[in-house]
C-alpha cells in the first residue's frame, strides 16, 4: 500500500505546520540505506519514521532500528507494521530532541524540516558521537552544510559540520517524492564522523560556543570580537585579521585550540 492510501485508509491528515512531508519515493529510501552502508552489524536510528517507507528498507538491512516518531496516529501505525517477532525495528513514541535514545552508531532518517538544525547541531555535539548519518534535508540547508568560505550559506552551522565530519550531498530530491508534495526541494546528505578531525576539537560544546560568538559578529575581525582574551604575543597572529565569514573550519579549530590554549 502506498504512502497517501494508508494516511486515507487511517484518516491520517498530514500537519504542514509540523513540517510532515512523509518520503514516498521507495527508491530513494533504498538509496539512503545504501549510501549508509547499513548491514546486519549496524544499529540505526531513524527520526521521524511516518508512514514506514524508510523504516521498511531499514528493518530487512540492520541488526537494530530505533524508528522515532512523535505523532500518536503514525506510532499506532508503525507499531502494526513492524513490532513482530521477527522484526529488528523497536518503534519509540516522543520527541526525538527530548527522548533518551540507546545507543546506535549510524542514522538514517527523512527528518522534519522544522527542526533540520536543531537536530543536526545535537548530532554534531553528541557526547558519544553519531558515526555516519545519511539525512533528507532542504536542498537550502544541506547546501549551508557543504558551503565555502565567502558564500552567502556559510556560517557556524557549517563551520561545526565541517570541522567534525566530512560532509557531501549526495543527491537532490524533488518535491513530488513526498507525500503531500513538499513546498522545497529536498537533499540527501552524509555525514561521516572523522576521527582525525575530532582529535583536533578536544572540547565540542566550548568550539561550538567559539563559533557562535564569532558569527555573531561576522562582519568584525576576529582579533576586535575576541580582544579580550588576547595577549600581545597572540595578538600578531594573522588569522586574526580576518572575518568569521572568511576563515576556513579548518582555521577556526587552529584558532579556538590556540586561544583557549588547547593547541
Known sequence: ???????????????????????????IAARMVEYA????????????AGTGSLTGHLNRAAKKVYAVE??????????ERFETEA??????????????VPAYNKVVASIPFKISARLTYRLLLHEAGFGLAVLL?????????????????????????QALADVAILETVPRGAFCPPAPVIGA?????????KRKLVRDKVQFFEFVTAAFAQR??????????RLGEERATCAELEQRPEELTPEAFVHVAGWLTGEH
Do not use: C
Open 1 to 27: 500500500m502506498d504512502v497517501r492510501s494508508m494516511l486515507i485508509e487511517r484518516g491520517i491528515r498530514p500537519e504542514r505546520r509540523l513540517g510532515q512531508y512523509f518520503l514516498a519515493d521507495e527508491g
Open 37 to 48: 552502508a547499513v548491514t546486519r552489524n549496524d544499529t540505526v536510528l531513524e527520526i521521524g
Open 70 to 79: 512523535r505523532d500518536q496516529a503514525l506510532v499506532a501505525l508503525l507499531r
Open 87 to 100: 522484526s529488528a525495528t523497536e518503534i519509540l513514541e516522543g520527541d526525538v530532541l527530548a527522548l533518551h
Open 137 to 161: 534535508v532542504q536542498q537550502e540547508f544541506a547546501e549551508k552544510l557543504v558551503a565555502a568560505p565567502r558564500t552567502a550559506g556559510y556560517g557556524r552551522l557549517t563551520v561545526l559540520a
Open 188 to 196: 540527501v546528505v552524509r555525514l561521516q564522523e572523522s576521527a582525525a
Open 219 to 228: 562582519r568584525k575581525k576576529l582579533k576586535t570580537i575576541f580582544k579580550g
